[in-house]
């Protein structure tokens, strides 16, 4: 059995109304999409489904914890993802499947393969640049971290404001 096939829903049998189903999210899957950027995650999805008849609304809850390693000190540590996200499917003459909330079915299609939706919100809720939160605290210790130090690096080097816009500032 393919382990994508848990991802795949059936839904011409279902009574019109409210569908519940929970999936585990693993390294399996965001590895089969060629993410490599996390060490191994546990993340579990909670998805509501409503059949309507020209129609399917699904909405998908995520929590769960990835271990990623810092962009600035290359430590592991668990990030804690939780996601939300809502799709609405149609049903056209073919399959459009451009837009992010918006997913166009072929007619006649009677199931939907979530995987891609899933791997998806999962990578679009983590941060744009991962950093240990022992760096922001300041609690982290490492050799990487030492060095970086030496080399200039404070704990919070991070601006609050862009110095560019701070001469603007004095106008006022």
Known sequence: MHFLKQYVINFTGLKDGLHNYEFSVADKLLRHYNFDDFNN??????????????????????????????????????????????????????????????????????????????????VLSLPLKITHPGIDDGTLKSETLERLKKFGLKNNNISKTDPRWDKLKDLI
């Not at 999805?45 to 699904?58: D, I, T, Y």
């Not at 430590?75 to 939300?84: A, I, L, T």
Request: with cysteine; hydrophobic share 40%; aromatic share 10%.
């Open 41 to 122: 995650c546990r993340i579990d999805v909670k998805m509501n489904l409503v059949k309507k008849p020209n129609l399917l609304e699904l909405s998908f809850f995520s929590k769960g914890v990835i271990n990623l390693n810092c962009f600035v000190s290359n430590e592991p540590f668990d990030y804690s993802q939780n996601s939300q996200m809502d799709l609405v499917v149609k049903f056209g003459n073919e399959l459009n499947n451009d837009n992010h909330e918006l997913l166009i079915l072929p007619k006649g299609s009677y199931q939907i393969d979530i995987s891609q939706q899933l791997y998806e919100m999962i």
